[in-house]
């Protein structure tokens, strides 16, 4: 079993700055690809951005070149540094992993397991 919890939710600034952070504790297999997404009241889950096992990242069109995914191996923990936030970012941003290589895009139906996630409000 994987274990994943979601911090660093907050209000911000229209363009403003906030990195999450997801702690990850318990079972991680050789392989894995771990995962932020984000959900608004009425909307589907999106996907954000994924980092493989190798390294690797992809991201949704929406936030490349304003989103960062990256992992701390020691620490077990990925983050999602997001700026030059919109008003319409503001969601739940879930963490998710599943053990096998990335195949970008994933979806969430593809992801084992969740975190609870963190609410980001992006006020302008």
């Known amino acids: 079993q994987v274990q994943l919890v979601e911090s660093g939710g907050d209000s911000v600034q229209s363009g403003g700055s906030l990195r999450l952070s997801c702690a990850i504790a318990g079972y991680m297999n050789e392989f894995y690809c771990l995962a932020w997404f984000r959900k608004a009241p009425g909307k589907e889950r999106e996907g954000v951005a994924l980092?493989?096992?190798?390294?690797?990242?992809s991201y949704t069109d929406s936030v490349k070149g304003r989103f960062t995914i990256s992992q701390d191996n020691a620490k077990n923990t990925l983050y999602l540094q997001m700026n030059s936030m919109k008003s319409d970012e503001t969601d739940t941003y879930y963490c998710?992993?599943?053990?096998?290589?990335?195949?970008?895009?994933?979806?969430?139906?593809?992801?084992?397991?969740w975190g609870k996630g963190t609410l980001v409000t992006v006020v302008s």
């Open positions: 998710a992993a599943v053990f096998r290589r990335c195949e970008p895009p994933e979806s969430d139906y593809a992801m084992s397991y």
């Open positions: 980092i493989g096992n190798d390294g690797r990242t």
